[in-house]
């Protein structure tokens, strides 16, 4: 496995990997990597010749009052990782790099931008976009990888890359979760192992909600039970309880016949988000 700092250089790694013939995946990460991370690896590994891996904390997507300094970055353990599960490249850019002094171009997809996470977290999804385009304009991957844990996140990508125009086939891969179902994260490593533990009900009320969408329950009751059972987790904040259709993210209505059910909020002063896609 080879590391790569520098955005250039991995351009040239890129056009020259196009040149052979030989299709690149990529797994772009903001590391601290765990079995979500694992699995987008291991898809990407198995369908490509070439896997490369991005870990870079994109100080852009953060809020003032975000985590962006306290996010953790192991980065030895990170490496080893990526190298025991056949990363061929490593790219690892400074901020510097990245965005100089005079930095002024942005992307923003405005349509799904204004809901659900976009609205606790001003410029968040402005900053991803950004940060990804430029991921895709460096490593110029055949094939990227992204969580459906992040489902706005995975939605607004797709959108920029058909419009922008991107070669990148953008794929969704599935939630990864713990024993107890609290959906894998690297910011699940701030919460005490007592609140882990307690976390897990987030998806069992996500599990029940399902069951109740399939037997056509009124979707306003199915949120508010959510909001219910979410309130019994101690010191629990709700940011958002949200049912949307699957593929536009429009609110749905009760006809709605596959929508996403989603959930932010706050254990422990940890922002953790999960969902689940249902159908009936
Ligand atoms: P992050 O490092 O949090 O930016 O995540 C990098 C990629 O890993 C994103 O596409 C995430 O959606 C994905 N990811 C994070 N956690 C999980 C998970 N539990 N299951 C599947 N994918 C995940």
């Given at each position: 496995m080879k590391v790569i700092k520098n955005p250039l250089q991995m351009q040239k790694i890129a056009l020259l990997t196009a040149k052979k013939g030989k299709s690149i995946g990529f797994v772009p990460t903001m590391g601290?990597?765990?079995?979500?991370?694992?699995?987008?690896?291991?898809?990407?590994?198995?369908?490509?010749?070439?896997?490369?891996?991005?870990?870079?904390?994109?100080?852009?997507?953060?809020?003032?009052?975000?985590?962006?300094?306290?996010?953790?970055?192991?980065?030895?353990?990170?490496?080893?990782?990526?190298?025991?599960?056949?990363?061929?490249?490593?790219?690892?850019?400074?901020?510097?790099?990245?965005?100089?002094?005079?930095?002024?171009?942005?992307?923003?997809?405005?349509?799904?931008?204004?809901?659900?996470?976009?609205?606790?977290?001003?410029?968040?999804f402005k900053g991803v976009t950004t940060v990804v385009s430029k991921l895709l304009n460096i490593v110029m991957p055949d094939n990227a990888y992204f969580g459906l844990k992040d489902y706005q996140q995975?939605?607004?990508?797709?959108?920029?890359?058909?419009?922008?125009?991107?070669?990148?086939?953008?794929?969704?891969?599935?939630?990864?979760?713990?024993?107890?179902?609290?959906?894998?994260?690297?910011?699940?490593?701030?919460?005490?192992?007592?609140?882990?533990?307690?976390?897990?009900?987030?998806?069992?009320?996500?599990?029940k909600a399902k069951q109740d969408f399939k037997s056509n329950k009124n979707i306003k009751s199915i949120a508010a039970d959510i909001k219910k059972s979410l309130n019994k987790i101690e010191t629990a904040i709700i940011d958002y309880v949200e049912i949307r259709d699957w593929q536009t993210l429009e609110a749905a209505k009760q006809s709605t016949k596959t929508v996403v059910i989603a959930v932010a909020v706050k254990i422990q002063n940890v922002r953790l988000i999960d969902n689940i896609v249902c159908s009936k």
């Open positions: 601290a990597l765990h079995e979500g991370h694992i699995s987008l690896i291991k898809k990407s590994v198995k369908s490509n010749d070439i896997t490369v891996v991005s870990i870079f904390v994109n100080p852009i997507q953060f809020g003032p009052k975000e985590d962006f300094s306290k996010y953790p970055r192991p980065i030895l353990n990170d490496k080893n990782i990526c190298k025991k599960n056949k990363v061929d490249f490593l790219f690892l850019p400074d901020a510097d790099n990245l965005y100089d002094k005079n930095y002024s171009t942005y992307v923003e997809v405005n349509k799904y931008s204004q809901f659900m996470c976009a609205v606790s977290r001003p410029g968040h995975y939605v607004i990508i797709k959108k920029m890359s058909a419009d922008l125009n991107f070669k990148t086939k953008i794929t969704g891969c599935p939630i990864v979760r713990e024993k107890n179902g609290l959906a894998m994260s690297s910011r699940n490593k701030y919460l005490t192992p007592e609140y882990k533990e307690k976390a897990g009900n987030i998806f069992k009320s996500l599990l």
